[in-house]
């Protein structure tokens, strides 16, 4: 989709990719929910090539990552910081989340460019009853997410969709927005409906602003809202099936999940 808000919704090529991604992190606690470690973060694309007669790099005007040659590597060593108080990290509660990552992408590690990129994730769970064996909560997420002005490659740029968890932007196309910065801000209503809690209901909203040539970042807000339904897939673990409806401007779209989104 080009970089920010170049491009309008039915101006979108295609790529065609074989991806492997591996990231390994090894955290050590420090004080009760806080951990620390280092990890290795590997992104490795294969066989790129575009549906489109337009070429990426003209499409794109970013010249890193756009020339389509067979492959791009993007492979570095991570810092990473972690605050977990959640009971639970299938189907949350209650509780606090967040998630400090900084990492160095260098050449001699096997990457095509020298660069490097942070992530910063908060998240806030607040219940709305004191019943333990009923969900009546409302959960907040954001992060921001920014590789400098470093050199990395297009498809390692920050994106709608490819978080680390890939759970962001429900009611938007994966990679709809892209650019060298993203803030993401979402919350989202949980509630049982029946008693046992075997079926249940979300309500959820979510806001996205990205850098580029035609938008300026947290001036221009991007915003995709929706519904979905739960079914308790396993009691132990309080596993849902989630079944959500996404709208946002130009696009619709149904997402199913094992576990809740985030």
Same mark, same amino acid.
């Given at each position: 989709?080009?970089?920010?808000?170049?491009?309008?919704?039915?101006?979108?090529?295609?790529?065609?990719?074989?991806?492997?991604?591996?990231?390994?992190?090894?955290?050590?606690?420090?004080?009760?929910?806080?951990?620390?470690?280092?990890?290795?973060?590997?992104?490795?694309?294969?066989?790129?090539?575009?549906?489109?007669?337009?070429?990426?790099?003209?499409?794109?005007?970013?010249?890193?990552?756009?020339?389509?040659?067979?492959?791009?590597?993007?492979?570095?060593?991570?810092?990473?910081?972690?605050?977990?108080?959640?009971?639970?990290?299938?189907?949350?509660?209650?509780?606090?989340?967040?998630?400090?990552?900084? &990492?160095?992408? @260098? +050449?001699?590690?096997?990457?095509?460019?020298?660069?490097?990129? /942070?992530?910063? #994730?908060? !998240? *806030?769970?607040?219940?709305?009853?004191?019943?333990?064996?009923?969900?009546?909560?409302?959960?907040?997420?954001?992060?921001?997410?920014?590789?400098?002005?470093?050199?990395?490659?297009?498809?390692?740029?920050?994106?709608?969709?490819?978080?680390?968890?890939?759970?962001?932007? &429900?009611?938007? @196309? +994966?990679?709809?927005?892209?650019?060298?910065?993203?803030?993401? /801000?979402?919350? #989202?209503? !949980? *509630?049982?409906?029946?008693?046992?809690?075997?079926?249940?209901?979300?309500?959820?909203?979510?806001?996205?602003?990205?850098?580029?040539?035609?938008?300026?970042?947290?001036?221009?807000?991007?915003?995709?809202?929706?519904?979905?339904?739960?079914?308790?897939?396993?009691?132990?673990?309080?596993?849902?099936?989630?079944?959500?409806?996404?709208?946002?401007?130009?696009?619709?779209?149904?997402?199913?999940?094992?576990?809740?989104?985030?």
């Amino acid at each position: 989709m080009g970089i920010g808000k170049e491009h309008h919704g039915d101006q979108q090529i295609n790529l065609d990719y074989t991806y492997f991604r591996l990231y390994q992190h090894a955290l050590k606690r420090i004080h009760g929910g806080l951990f620390m470690g280092i990890g290795y973060d590997l992104d490795y694309r294969m066989n790129i090539k575009s549906t489109s007669a337009i070429p990426l790099d003209e499409y794109t005007s970013y010249p890193y990552g756009t020339d389509l040659k067979d492959h791009t590597v993007s492979s570095g060593l991570s810092v990473n910081l972690i605050y977990d108080t959640r009971a639970n990290s299938i189907n949350t509660w209650s509780g606090n989340y967040a998630n400090l990552q900084f &990492r160095l992408n @260098p +050449v001699f590690m096997g990457s095509d460019q020298n660069w490097k990129s /942070l992530f910063l #994730e908060i !998240r *806030r769970y607040h219940r709305l009853t004191q019943d333990p064996n009923k969900q009546n909560m409302i959960a907040v997420r954001s992060f921001f997410w920014t590789v400098f002005n470093s050199k990395a490659p297009y498809l390692d740029l920050p994106n709608l969709g490819w978080d680390p968890y890939n759970s962001s932007g &429900r009611g938007f @196309p +994966v990679s709809r927005f892209r650019g060298k910065s993203l803030y993401y /801000l979402e919350t #989202e209503y !949980r *509630r049982d409906i029946s008693s046992d809690g075997l079926f249940g209901f979300v309500a959820f909203i979510n806001f996205t602003t990205v850098n580029g040539p035609k938008n300026s970042m947290f001036a221009d807000w991007n915003i995709g809202t929706g519904a979905g339904a739960r079914i308790k897939f396993n009691k132990n673990s309080g596993t849902n099936i989630g079944i959500d409806y996404g709208v946002s401007t130009n696009h619709r779209g149904v997402r199913l999940t094992l576990g809740e989104v985030f």
